[in-house]
């Protein structure tokens, strides 16, 4: 079993920046891939980035050059830096673990979920 916590959603002007954080506890983290997912009201998850265990990559079209996710093992954490933020990146953002070495992007491809963090974005 993995849990996930999520912290530093907020409000935020357009433009602004955020640092989203994930903290895992259980089984060995560098074994899970991580990725965050979004959901806004009315709309279906859809994927904002992932990351793999040995620190891979992969970004939404839509998070490219906005993002950029990190994580530190020693510290069994995941961090999103959401930059140049726009009213349409206001959701729920969750992060999500899948075990294994390749990064998810489906949300069914993903085992272990948090309880979600609310990024709201004002223009």
């Known amino acids: 079993q993995v849990q996930l916590v999520e912290s530093g959603g907020g409000l935020v002007q357009a433009g602004g920046s955020l640092r989203l954080s994930c903290a895992a506890s259980?089984?060995?983290?560098?074994?899970?891939?991580v990725g965050w997912l979004r959901q806004a009201p009315g709309k279906e998850r859809e994927f904002v980035a992932a990351?793999?265990?040995?620190?891979?990559?992969y970004y939404a079209d839509s998070a490219k050059g906005r993002s950029a996710i990190t994580r530190d093992n020693a510290k069994n954490t995941v961090y999103l830096q959401l930059n140049s933020l726009k009213p349409e990146d206001t959701a729920t953002y969750y992060c999500?673990?899948?075990?294994?070495?390749?990064?998810?992007?489906?949300?069914?491809?993903?085992?272990?979920w948090g309880q979600g963090t609310q990024v709201t974005v004002s223009s």
């Open positions: 999500a673990a899948a075990y294994g070495v390749t990064y998810k992007v489906r949300s069914d491809e993903y085992d272990y």
């Open positions: 259980g089984r060995p983290f560098r074994t899970y891939s």
């Open positions: 990351i793999t265990g040995g620190g891979d990559a």
